[in-house]
């Protein structure tokens, strides 16, 4: 931990790829924003803010497919990679980057569009 | 020209087919009289085993229906059979005494089952292979459950012993053979078939001489020679068919084997023909259906006077119509001292092939497994052509010819010759099929088959037929995707059927086993996938969670600020100043926004977070109050007016039938979202006749209307009937919901779904045949131990605790020493 927060201060130990179901999300508060953490059917992860591009919704809660999530308030799909929009639908999400160390999830709590990506 | 009078005796597939093709030439030349010994219009015999299996319905495989006969002005006399024909007088008499006089006379009488005659053969319980009764009888077995015995490891045995298992009961199959389908297939295909029965749950017996049946009354088990006893509750005898020749007999016609005809198929008497299972034409007779179909257009032919026609023998393939097994054989594959085999196998696909040639030609021909180049054998064998020149590459088929061809079933197809047949059933050639649809502009599957009749019967050549309309059409024809999602180009109906026919129990299982295009589904498939299998296999499909819309999942409905709602369950729309107290209670501690009283008699509590559900829950919960399932493709909610308990004009206790049918149906997931109301008297305070199930109390009992939506499509209901008990009603919507659940497709409203499979079928299954509905109303019951658990005192002790709580919280300044990390739970 002491290594890692020495490298940037916005890597944070989030929790175990256990605690997230497999195809499901859970969330991680970090002041007023709400970041979802995505778990693929394959054990990968992905962060974004839980906010649906089109109507806010939250991504969080939508079902997790490949890797998509479906908005639950009207079926936007969303890429878990990018957090762009997919289909004939447009706009972005901030995505926010994770990496697993063994099955402990880290997360960086500073978003990629933050980051100029 | 005045008409002449055809008289037909039978009204199977060959006299129907016959009539086709006499239309089509001579309209005008006959007043045609039908006698049907069965009860019912002309449907497709051959589909039967679908029907049993539950792929198809009785309405689909009708091949002409009333209307038919009327447009054509046939007289059709069903269930009428005949019992003798006067050739001096030219007049067949009927059973109950109608006569018909002819100038032609048909005769089409089948063939009947052989019984064979062990003690007991007389039993109830114990059945034939045959008709429309069979099946009935056959399903009705299945719905008491227990062990069918199935006599007879041939074609038609298999297929009633696949589609016993599918209907859900434990299968025995007995062959006297040493191996399955003795005629068809060789010991090795014969054996690999046996496997693959075994892997599906059905025991299967070879070398097994059945001694007797047992029981008193009823079937209750069959002896073998051998000593061994198997308990039994349906004995199904599928050994073989007689032709039915006992009136051409009686009436002096030649008779050997079937009744004797020459290649017009015209029997001894010049004025009577004869076709079908119960003709002899050539010394041989047939049960397979592209021969009779080819008696059928050689008769017509004569009797139009248009062809002189005659009647050809040719080599049959055969097909088991088995969902997930392929099998093909045609020709004669006996061995012999000048014979040569060519055999391939791979016994990890378990795949068999096998090329009988005889003096370098092609005489029969065995696959199993990957059955797509079966066609091309038998256009080899049909062609007699010297087969030296590819005989090394030979077996590995047709795509492996000609070197640079890829194994493309396109390019395969457009290989073929014109005279190859695409459809066997109907003995349809490509050349045909191309014809037709460059000269009537056909441009759809239903178009082909019409016209045409390829792939009109038992439709396994139905992907054959699209690449041969993809090759003449080009871009023009894309062949209609009308798949559940983008992950299948199977249909819901599709779906639904095979995970019952092959069992599928997972949805990894449907994914992989019905060939998804995408590794995990998408969000329009998982949800469907999720409630076919919690459907279909109570208690033993674990329902996925995350294959469900969030409202499912979490117990409350999402409103767009992510916030939910909260709708606790007041059954049949009572509630009391302890609950109302409770739930004013809820709203303050939980600073809840909104309260509304909703359109179906509840109470909705309207922006709580969601982290504060389980408490709210545990709240309501300890009044009394469990969850309304307002978010649920399940019951919602029984409507109901104050009936006789208070009102001047109410006829019966509406409220408490009300509070009865919610306590009895809640809990069970259904396709779409479920309301009922009853309502006291006619004047309809509660509605029910825009309800998916309504009940109307009347003086003399309770009339029962479905199928009424006011959403998006506002329709009334449809009347299903009257019954005289709260019990009554009560089975009646129990077995409906389940006769829907079983049915439905995911998201179709109980009004879409009657539309679809007729509010006719509806009626008989529900409300005509007792049996029927006590079946379904069983089936309820048992699903129901499942499903009848609060939800929400379920998430109030603790399960799907993860989705109520942050998995981190962090403060405002990112400082690793103010994070509050929550390690797992």
Known sequence: ?117 | MSKQRLVIIGNGMAPGRLLEHLFEAAPDAYDVTIFNAEPRVNYDRIMLSPVLSGEKTFEDIIIHGDDWYAERGITLHRGEKVTGIDRAARVVTGASGITAAYDKLVIATGSSPFIIPVPGHKLPGVLAYRDLDDVDGMLRAANRGGRAVVIGGGLLGLEAAAGLKSRGMEVTVLHLMPTLMERQLDPAAGYLLQKELESRGIEVRCGANTKMILGDSEVEGVELEDGTVIDASLVVMAVGIRPSVDLARDAGLDVGRGIQTDLAMCTSDPDIFSVGECAEVDGRVYGLVAPLYQMAKVAAGHLAGVSEAAFAHAETPTKLKVTGINLYSVGDFGDGPDREDVVLRDAARGSYRRVILQGNRVIGAVLYGDVADGMWYNELLKSGEDVSDIRDTLIFGQAHQGGGMAADPLAAVANLSDDAEICGCNGICKGKIVQAINDKGLTSLAEVRAHTKASASCGTCTGLVESVMALTLGDTFSKKAEGMCGCTDLGHGEVRRLIKAQGLKSIPAVMQELEWKSSHGCAKCRPALNYYLLSDWPGEYKDDQQSRFINERVHANIQKDGTYSVVPRMWGGMTSSDELRAIADVVDKFAIPDVKVTGGQRIDLLGVKKEDLPAVWADLNAAGLVSGHAYAKGLRTVKTCVGSTWCRFGTQDSTGLGIKLEKFLWGSWTPAKVKLAVTGCPRNCAEATCKDIGVICVDSGYEIVYGGAAGLHIQGTTKLGTVKTEEEVIEVAAAMTQMYREQGFYLERIYKWAERVGYDTVKAAILDDTGSRRAYYERFVFSQQFAQTDPWSERVSGVDKHEFKPLAVFGEEAAPATAKVEPAE
Request: proline share 4%.
């Open chain 1, 1 to 117: 931990m002491n290594a890692l927060t020495r490298d940037t201060n916005a890597w944070r130990l989030i929790g175990s790829i256990d605690d997230i179901p497999s195809q499901g999300a859970r969330c991680v508060e970090n002041g007023e924003t709400k970041i979802a953490v995505f778990r693929t059917a394959d054990d990968r992860i992905f962060a974004l803010e839980d906010k649906c591009p089109h109507k806010n919704g939250p991504l969080s809660q939508g079902i997790v497919h490949g890797g998509c999530v479906t908005c639950p308030l009207h079926n936007w799909v969303i890429s878990l990679e990018t957090g762009a929009a997919t289909g004939a639908d447009d706009g972005r999400t901030a995505s926010f980057p994770v990496r697993l160390d063994g099955r402990d999830i880290y997360l960086n709590l500073e978003s990629n569009l933050q980051q100029g990506a």
